[in-house]
């Protein structure tokens, strides 16, 4: 079984730019969650969708965004790139959380490095 | 508002010995708790979960947690610690917040095991 895929691996921008990260979660799953990890800061959620639909949304300004598609894979955007944007993007799939008890599986990031 | 500690950024422990990595939580609810592991410029895997009954939990590569709830707190373990084993360790909580279920990870601990 296919686990959890990411695209780009990597991805340079200058400040300014958008970034577009993909994510294909595992066959069956249908919750996509993202999340952003920083040196020494941990993982920090951002973004989770469900079924074509944004369920919650962590503590990030705006110009974070995303959506997921009606194959269940998931695009997360970030316009106007800052310096402190640069991290490892992580993205997780699960089967639905109508229950929250459902772990997610995750795939190897997207590394954003910001100029 | 929950939250997740691990309260040591690293554990050296030697090969065979037993090791422990830390985790206590905060949560207005009954409590999911996850262990996952990440290898260097890898994603999270999934390790173990308690949702609810025995308090002790099996997982995989031979790890264990302990549910303890009045300490709050779901600590890894693992009789005889392999140098393979060194990675980055996080705790995670889940549980209902806002209308949703959301987790929320510790900052890890990372695990060194010394020949």
């Known amino acids: 079984e296919a686990g959890v895929t990411q695209s780009p691996t990597h991805l340079i921008k200058t400040r300014g730019q958008q970034a577009t990260l993909r994510c294909s979660p595992i066959s069956g799953h249908t919750s996509v969650y993202w999340y952003q990890q920083a040196l020494g800061l941990g993982l920090q959620f951002l973004l989770w969708?469900?079924?074509?639909?944004?369920?919650n949304r962590g503590n990030f300004p705006p110009r974070f965004s995303g959506r997921q598609f009606p194959n269940y894979s998931s695009e997360l955007n970030v316009n106007a790139l800052e310096l402190e944007d640069s991290a490892l993007y992580l993205c997780a799939s699960s089967y639905n959380q109508l229950t929250g008890s459902n772990e997610q599986f995750f795939g190897p990031g997207t590394r954003l490095t910001v100029l | 508002a929950q939250s997740v500690a691990q309260p040591e950024d690293q554990v050296n422990v030697a090969e065979g010995n037993p090791l422990t990595v830390k985790c206590t939580y905060s949560?207005?609810?009954?409590?999911?708790l996850f262990w996952y592991v990440q290898y260097p410029n890898r994603g999270l895997q999934f390790l173990l979960k308690?949702?609810?009954?025995?308090?002790l939990v099996k997982g995989s590569y031979g790890f264990e947690a302990e549910f303890n709830k009045s300490q709050t707190s779901f600590h890894l373990k693992k009789p005889s610690a392999l140098v393979s084993d060194s990675a980055l360790y996080f705790c995670?909580?889940?549980?209902?917040?806002?209308?949703?279920?959301?987790?929320?990870f510790g900052k890890g601990t990372k695990l060194s095991v010394i020949p």
């Open positions: 969708y469900d079924e074509g639909e944004e369920r």
């Open positions: 308690y949702i609810t009954g025995d308090n």
């Open positions: 949560v207005s609810g009954n409590p999911y």
């Open positions: 995670a909580v889940s549980s209902w917040v806002a209308g949703s279920y959301q987790l929320t």
